[in-house]
């Protein structure tokens, strides 16, 4: 496997998740609106984050049992399309999207739900595309079949 150079290393999701939640509590702090002080803003938080923190997992174990890699920037070795992956093919950052909108609601930081979008939009840029042209080129029409049937985020 080639070494990947360190840019690529600060170039991960787990970071851009980061960076966003960064942005998020500090509008939450910084610019605070309203906050909305229910059980099921609560609920709702809870299972957003909980189930993005599950679904990361389950789809991490999968991906090891198939004896591919989850780091982002490399060829697969596997194409993994039951289990999470027949629901949506990128369970993993469809997780972390669901962290970044469930705490954005536990904070109640209403204007930064326009960063949900925007980091769906970088992470299908930066990561989602070279990976299905990876996955395309190595797995073709198998690839071709899986994606038709299952849908990029849900």
Do not use: C
């Amino acid at each position: 496997m080639p070494k990947m150079p360190l840019w690529k290393w600060l170039d991960l999701p787990p970071l851009w998740l980061v960076l966003f939640l960064i942005l998020a509590r500090v509008q939450a702090v910084s610019l605070p609106v309203a906050p909305v002080d229910h059980p099921l803003t609560d609920i709702a938080a809870g299972l957003l984050v909980g189930g993005g923190i599950l679904l990361m997992l389950v789809a991490v174990v999968q991906m090891q049992q198939n004896h591919t890699t989850v780091i982002p920037h490399h060829h697969a070795r596997h194409l993994v399309t039951n289990g999470v992956f027949s629901r949506t093919r990128n369970p993993i950052y469809l997780g972390d999207l669901m962290v970044l909108l469930g705490l954005i609601v536990h904070w109640s930081a209403w204007p930064s739900l326009i960063l949900v979008p925007l980091f769906m939009w970088l992470i299908t840029d930066r990561f989602i595309l070279e990976e299905e042209r990876w996955l395309q080129e190595d797995f073709g029409p198998q690839f071709a079949q899986w994606s038709a049937r299952t849908r990029r985020w849900l």
